[in-house]
């Protein structure tokens, strides 16, 4: 799913001055403590209503209230980690990417531009599908999924749908794949919808033609493997266009 969002669903996205801390905040321990946390106090609930004719109503209240209270500390945990998390945004960005925090606050503020465009991989626009999004602006482009992976537009080297990365067992393997002039951080998101990665596959290349959008291609009379010959594209590629 590729569209260009409107002006409300850039500041909900937004709502906390950052779309990338938005974002960053659909994965983390912390989410996992919160829901068994949740969870607890409604097995405790259940429990205490299931027991309330065996143990006598002062035991039931007990157990009740120790399980409860034991869901309560596991939610207020799971807050305080995921705020934590959030937090620390901007070094979770960094450390799987190139960029520095100052490319970071830009992608930000360019995401509040006219011309950003968001895209999923799947159809969903629930709060959690939200913060699953990619988006591309003016200079920057960050790609769907949990983990952090952004790039400069102009560093993107190839992005591309491919129905046959070899796995290491010999088999082939449907992935979206994109890397940068950097050839260190890249981006691999195995067995998605074919329909929703090839929009975004050209979408992105619409953005900067200089990118390479094929698994195979050839270039004067040489034939290239942008998937398994990453360090050979990457050169060719700096070749072409200059290094950065």
């Not at 482009?141 to 591309?160: A, M, N, Q």
């Amino acid at each position: 799913m590729v569209f260009e969002p409107d002006d409300k669903l850039k500041q909900k996205m937004s709502k906390n001055g950052s779309v990338l801390r938005y974002m960053y905040c659909v994965a983390g321990a912390g989410k996992g403590l919160a829901a068994m946390g949740g969870m607890l106090i409604f097995i405790g609930i259940l429990l205490a209503a299931a027991l309330f004719n065996v143990m006598g109503i002062e035991r039931v209240i007990r157990l009740a209230v120790a399980i409860v209270v034991s869901g309560i500390l596991l939610i207020v945990l799971g807050c305080f980690m995921q705020q934590k998390r959030g937090n620390g945004w901007v070094d979770g960005y960094r450390k799987r990417s190139s960029l520095t925090a100052e490319d970071l606050h830009q992608a930000d503020q360019e995401f509040k531009q006219p011309g950003t465009i968001l895209f999923s991989l799947d159809k969903g626009k629930d709060s959690n599908s939200l913060k699953r999004m990619g988006f591309i602006t003016a200079n920057y482009v960050k790609f769907p999924g949990p983990k952090p992976s952004i790039f400069r537009l102009e560093d993107i080297v190839t992005c591309l749908y491919t129905k046959k990365m070899l796995c290491a067992d010999g088999g082939y393997e449907r992935a979206l794949i994109a890397y940068g002039v950097d050839g260190e951080w890249g981006f691999l998101y195995t067995s998605p919808p074919e329909k929703a990665s090839l929009e975004i596959v050209k979408t992105i290349g619409e953005h900067n033609p200089r990118i390479i959008t094929d698994h195979h291609f050839v270039y004067e009379g040489k034939e290239y493997d942008a998937v398994q010959e990453v360090d050979k594209v990457i050169a060719l590629h700096k070749q072409v266009y200059g290094k950065r």
